[in-house]
């Protein structure tokens, strides 16, 4: 009975790590960069959003060129996003599910040209 309780519990945990993968894509992150993202850094990444143009001092990322001030790995653009950038019009966006976040970040790093 053991071990048939140990097989059930190791599955389902399985499962839910492979449901979770499903969540982490590239189709998820450009969903939300859309929905999030795209006043400040454009439709196409390139930081000439709507509301760029009425920010002061910084101004968005342009993501095609591949530059990131924080560094460009996916844990180094996970702090960037979770934690925002003070002084800049960036703000924490840790309200999003850590799966989207990771998400958008796949999706940020395909933009670069």
Not at 7 to 33: E, H, T
Not at 43 to 63: E, H, L, Q, W, Y
Request: proline share 4%; hydrophobic share 40%.
């Amino acid at each position: 009975m053991k071990l048939f309780l140990c097989v059930i519990i190791l599955s389902i945990r399985f499962f839910a790590f492979a449901a979770n993968d499903k969540i982490v894509s590239i189709k998820n992150g450009q969903k939300v960069f859309l929905n999030n993202c795209t006043a400040c850094h454009g439709t196409n990444g390139d930081g000439n959003g709507p509301a760029a143009a009425a920010i002061s001092g910084v101004k968005p990322r342009d993501f095609t060129t591949g530059v990131f001030k924080y560094g460009r790995s996916e844990a180094e653009v996970f702090n960037t996003i979770t934690k925002g950038v003070p002084g800049t019009a960036m703000p924490p966006w840790n309200f999003l599910s850590i799966s989207d976040r990771k998400s958008v970040i796949k999706y940020i790093l395909t933009l670069k040209k």
